[in-house]
């Protein structure tokens, strides 16, 4: 297997940032990767796609190719199903879980779709064991098979992660709709924060919540891997190596660069509700970084600057339905931002003037990232944005605006002004 085709999807708008991503962790040429709609095809190995989940922070799995025909009914699915020798990859023992994705398909039912690949899955295995067949898990199955669907082709891909990546394994402690793992990495990735071999700036979320941007911007500093704390499913498949992975794993424990005692921290989160800061402490202490984050209470209105000199905020606040929560200060998980944070206007524009206005006035020198569905965000801060980057939330189109700061006013005419990319939603 050292010739595979994988398919690592991603959020909409991350492609540009996965594929030097993965061309970074395996030492792959150029040649070898393909940017998609929602994802970067590779050529690679096992043991790469190994390597991938390991280390990937922007991908949301890692797929294998097994088959790629093409169909007009489900009986056609059912013989690609069938032809693919899954008996390579796993035994009757594990249980499987079939999905199908589809754009444009002509059939009718997705579900009867899927039950037509998981015989013939079935079916295969009776022919080479003997009779027994793999059994059924849609909660938590060993194997999950993924077919996609589009107008006339059929796409049959065995999952080697399990478990979404974004499940990094350190994060029990969070609120309401806390931002995935993999979408916080690809706006550090977005910002340029960690790229070249300068020191890193100082690095500030104002609108901390849960602490996923701080942790995953520490796990980066640090250089751990994003997958060091959970298993994969790669680990039940037959080809797998016990001793390759354990020298993998040990080859990532050892790169793992922390800061010396009494340094100064580099990487800032506070929150005006003292249960999400906790939140925060504990998901940092779980991931290995607690002590290169600091994490403080207080509004978003008030916070100064955590370091003098300048840096980068990166941070992904209220909007929607979020920022129209009445409530006090640190009283319960929704009234995250303060009483003087809650909008008068059911859009939030009398938050993030304020809060535009209070960068303005304290935070010379810093750059702002701010992720947000409203397209219009600049225009209600009063601020012109240097930079915006097409990113999707879910199911929700996203812009990752950027800020420069300087006293009193912005920076006007960056030469990377206001352009950005057609980006549509991952399928």
């Known amino acids: 297997m050292n010739q595979l085709q994988l398919f690592l999807p991603c959020a909409a708008g991350v492609e540009d940032y996965l594929a030097p991503e993965i061309l970074h962790i395996t030492g792959l040429p150029p040649g070898c990767i393909t940017k998609q709609r ?30 790629y025909t093409e169909y007009r ?12 020798q899954w008996e390579r990859w796993f035994t009757p023992r594990e249980t499987i879980k079939i999905e ?14 899927a039950l037509k690949v998981k015989d013939a899955v079935c079916d295969r295995f009776r022919e080479v064991a003997n009779g027994v067949r793999p059994d059924v898990n849609t909660q938590w199955p060993d194997v999950r098979i993924y077919a996609h669907l ?24 969070k609120g309401d709709a806390p931002l995935k793992e993999t979408l916080a990495a690809a706006m550090i990735a977005a910002s340029g924060w960690a790229d070249g071999d300068a ?74 509700s003292h249960r999400m800061v906790d939140f925060a402490q504990r998901n940092a202490e779980r991931a290995g970084v607690a002590d290169v984050i600091e994490f403080r209470g ?40 303060g009483a003087r944070e809650l909008a008068e206007t059911q859009d939030g ?50 812009r990752l605006f950027k800020f420069d700061m300087v006293a009193g006013r912005m920076a006007k005419g960056a030469a990377d002004a206001a352009t950005e990319k057609p980006a549509k939603p991952a399928a």
């Open 150 to 173: 589009t107008t006339d082709a059929c796409s049959l891909y065995i999952d080697t992660s399990g478990e979404p990546l974004f499940k990094r394994g350190w994060r029990e402690d």
């Open 38 to 67: 929602g994802g970067v095809a590779v050529r690679t190995s096992l043991n790469d796609a190994m390597r991938l989940n390991l280390y990937c922070r922007l991908a949301q799995r890692v797929l294998v190719l097994v088959s």
């Open 349 to 398: 524009g009398e938050f993030f003037s304020q809060l535009a206005s209070h960068w303005k006035k304290n935070f010379s020198g810093w750059q702002a990232w701010m992720l947000t569905p409203d397209l219009k965000l600049p225009g209600k801060m009063r601020l012109k944005e240097s930079r915006r980057v097409p990113m999707w939330n879910g199911p929700l189109e996203c």
């Open 199 to 272: 020191d890193l700036m100082p690095l500030y979320d104002p609108c901390c919540g849960s602490g996923t941007i701080a942790i995953e911007a520490a796990q980066i500093a640090c250089n751990i891997a994003a997958g060091s704390l959970r298993r994969f499913a790669f680990e039940k498949f037959v080809p797998f190596r016990h001793q390759v992975w354990a020298d993998m794993k040990k080859e990532a424990a050892d790169a793992v660069v922390k800061p010396e005692p009494g340094q100064q921290a580099l990487i800032y989160g506070s929150d005006v």
């Open 100 to 113: 199908v994705t589809a754009q444009h398909s002509p059939l009718t039912s997705l579900n009867f779709a």
């Open 298 to 337: 207080g509004d978003a209105l008030q916070r100064m600057p955590p370091i003098e000199g300048g840096g980068v905020m990166i941070l992904n606040p209220p909007y929607g339905e979020r920022i129209g929560i009445g409530g006090v200060a640190g009283e319960g998980v929704q009234a995250r931002y």
């Open 73 to 84: 009914s489900e009986n056609d699915l059912y013989k690609a199903a069938m032809a693919v």
